[in-house]
């Protein structure tokens, strides 16, 4: 019998999908330009993943 499980996921999964749907959504970081909420975003990404 094979059964089906989820992948595990890796510590900060959520919050770099979180920042990703963020970056594709955000003119200003489609743009190039500064977006302190992406800023915010990467920084509790990085914060996840320790």
Known sequence: MI???KPAR???DDE???FLGH???CAACR???HC???V???RVWRE???
């Open 40 to 42: 915010r975003l990467g």
């Open 36 to 38: 302190i909420t992406a």
């Open 10 to 12: 890796t510590p900060g």
């Open 16 to 18: 770099y999908r979180t």
């Open 3 to 5: 059964t089906l499980t």
């Open 23 to 25: 970056t594709y959504a």
């Open 48 to 50: 996840a993943r320790r």
């Open 31 to 33: 743009a190039g330009a």
